[in-house]
């Protein structure tokens, strides 16, 4: 499985961002697909997750901020990403989990959000 992530960029605070990944390769029907971060000297973190069926788990600091979807037909992931902090600074890692259990990560995309 390969995953192409795109749409960081430099934004202020308060603006907006769209990320998305496409998937290819052997995709399995049922999966998770998310989006982590891992932001200079400290470790990556779990964003937002989303299930084959549409089932979505966010960590608490981006919750009502932060949107995650996508196109099963397309094996695309999305993450709308709102009101936008300096602190969500990080570099982004798209991610796809198959049923086969097995962990696939896309290049990260820089996301920097000027205060």
């Known amino acids: 499985v390969q995953l192409q992530a795109s749409g960081g960029g430099l934004v202020q605070a308060g603006g907006s961002l769209r990320l998305s990944c496409a998937a290819s390769g052997r995709i399995l029907s049922i999966n998770i697909m998310g989006w982590y971060r891992q932001a200079p000297g400290k470790q990556r973190e779990v964003v937002a997750v989303i299930s084959s069926g549409g089932s979505t788990n966010y960590v608490d600091s981006v919750k009502g901020r932060f949107t995650i979807s996508r196109d099963n037909a397309k094996n695309t992931v999305y993450l709308q990403m709102n009101s936008l902090k300096p602190e969500d600074t990080a570099v982004y890692y798209c991610?796809?989990?198959?049923?086969?259990?097995?962990?696939?990560w896309g290049k990260g995309t820089q996301v920097t959000v000027s205060s």
């Open positions: 991610n796809y989990i198959g049923r086969d259990g097995i962990n696939y």
